[in-house]
């Protein structure tokens, strides 16, 4: 028997329970990198500028809060050149709230209007983080 991890992880967050697990892609690069591990809480009240984990089109994606629009949620990954596709609330999972890299926790923050301003403007320009 096979159980699929984004099941299971959807379960786990529904039910009131934290989860870890492996961040893929470079998205966003650097505050999350590829194989850091993700700890995620689930989601009561989420604002603009967390990182929240969400259930989108193309699976599982930690990416940040851009705009909330009555029941829809616009995220974009810092590293990513434009807005994701909008998710309706209830595909909002959690929140993301450190990252792990070789054995060390750091909390993942929630960024201000500033910095989700700059954040915007480097995206439209097409300048991408390594």
Request: with cysteine; aromatic share 2%; proline share 4%.
């Amino acid at each position: 028997m096979s159980i699929d991890s984004t099941e299971l992880i959807v379960d786990l967050l529904a039910r009131g329970h934290m989860v870890r697990f492996r961040a893929r892609g470079p998205s966003m690069h650097p505050i999350i990198r590829e194989n850091d591990y993700l700890l995620v809480e689930p989601a009561r009240e989420i604002r603009r500028g967390d990182v929240v984990l969400t259930l989108a089109e193309r699976g599982l994606t930690a990416h940040r809060v851009i705009e909330i629009a009555g029941e829809r949620v616009i995220t974009r990954g810092d590293n990513a050149p434009c807005d994701d596709d909008p998710v309706d609330r209830s595909k909002v999972l959690g929140r993301v709230t450190h990252a792990e890299r070789e054995g060390r926790q750091r909390a993942i923050r929630r960024a201000r209007a500033l910095s989700l301003r700059l954040r915007r403007v480097i995206a439209r320009c097409g300048v991408r983080q390594r």
